[in-house]
């Protein structure tokens, strides 16, 4: 017997996945993958399966760079495995690493 969790994540994952690319679709499963607190704070713009994440503070980046691996298995899982290959953050934000 398959999980209550697993099975409605896979339900919504096909519903998400039929729907046509958008850049509402990428702001809702962006919702999904990082949560309301941080979907708030950031910009996403996915073009040819890179996602381009910007933020007006560069701790969001930071925290989103240690948590990319997470956050790039959440994307995939919900629109299929070839649609975001990976994030690109804005290396300056980077750079500051405390």
Known sequence: MQPLHTFSTSVL???IRRQPGSP?????VWQLAVG???AKVTKVDLVDGVLAVRAADARWI???DRAQDIILSRLQHLLGPN???R???PIEALDKRK
Do not use: H, Q
């Open 24 to 28: 509402g679709k990428t702001r809702f």
């Open 83 to 85: 649609v975001v290959s």
């Open 62 to 64: 930071r925290e989103i």
């Open 87 to 89: 994030l690109d953050l």
């Open 36 to 38: 309301p607190s941080l």
């Open 13 to 15: 994952a096909e519903i």
